[in-house]
């Protein structure tokens, strides 16, 4: 049963730190997205990857965020320094785009910068 | 600029009671407007794809329809496991998603 997977699923850290979060989207995907939920936004898309190359990365805060694909079966998301309002769930989903386009999602990682 | 708007934000039914869900859309060429199930501490499970208007799409208690404007989730004599976040998306001529802020949906016994 194929999925996409998160790690961590919970983290907890201090406000300056580094925090990165990483994805294995499913074999043969060739889009990668990264979301992040919140209870006031919901879904906001931060960065996506076409065949590991970034296309879009406007959602995300340069200063502090990155998001790279060093290979097929990793995606990251790295936040530094973190703020507290940085603390909501990403989602990472993978899909093949542009047919039949549907995407599928991990579980997330929930994050909370205290 | 592309946007989803869902509504109501959250809806309480008892089982039983069929009722609809909302879609408004705007995007810069539709290339797709989907449906999501979400559980609590879970991600989005994909439901439904619907290309062009006109087109409909039944899974069990839920039909999903699709007009050039919005797009609806119908269920059919719900079930309390059929409570859940229900989002719409939709995919523009840049292949970006997005979302909607959902409907939360419970179905009382």
């Known amino acids: 049963d194929a999925r996409v997977t998160q790690t961590p699923r919970d983290k907890v850290t201090e406000m300056g730190q580094e925090v990165t979060m990483r994805c294995q989207p499913i074999?043969?995907?060739?889009?990668v997205f990264w979301y992040r939920q919140t209870m006031m936004q919901g879904l906001e898309l931060l960065a996506y990857f076409r065949n590991r190359a970034p296309l879009d990365d406007s959602g995300m805060p340069k200063d502090r965020f990155s998001a790279e694909m060093p290979d097929a079966t990793l995606a990251t998301l790295k936040i530094q320094p973190s703020e507290p309002r940085d603390s909501a769930v990403y989602f990472c989903?993978?899909?093949?785009?542009?047919?039949?386009?549907?995407?599928?999602f991990g579980e997330g990682s929930r994050l909370t910068v205290l | 600029e592309d946007q989803v708007t869902q509504s109501p934000e959250a809806l309480r039914l008892q089982e039983g009671e069929s009722s609809s869900l909302n879609c408004s859309y705007t995007v810069s060429g539709l290339r797709g407007l989907f449906w999501y199930r979400q559980d609590p501490g879970k991600g989005p499970e994909f439901l439904f794809t619907?290309?062009?208007a006109g087109e409909e799409k039944e899974k069990e208690r839920l039909k999903a329809t699709l007009t050039k404007k919005e797009s609806f989730l119908h269920i059919t004599a719900p079930k309390p496991e059929d409570s859940a976040t229900y989002l719409c998306?939709?995919?523009?001529?840049?292949?970006?998603?997005?979302f909607g802020t959902g409907t939360s949906l419970t179905v009382i016994p």
């Open positions: 619907l290309y062009s």
């Open positions: 989903a993978s899909g093949l785009v542009p047919f039949p386009g549907e995407l599928f």
């Open positions: 074999l043969g995907h060739n889009t």
């Open positions: 998306a939709v995919r523009n001529t840049g292949n970006q998603f997005y």
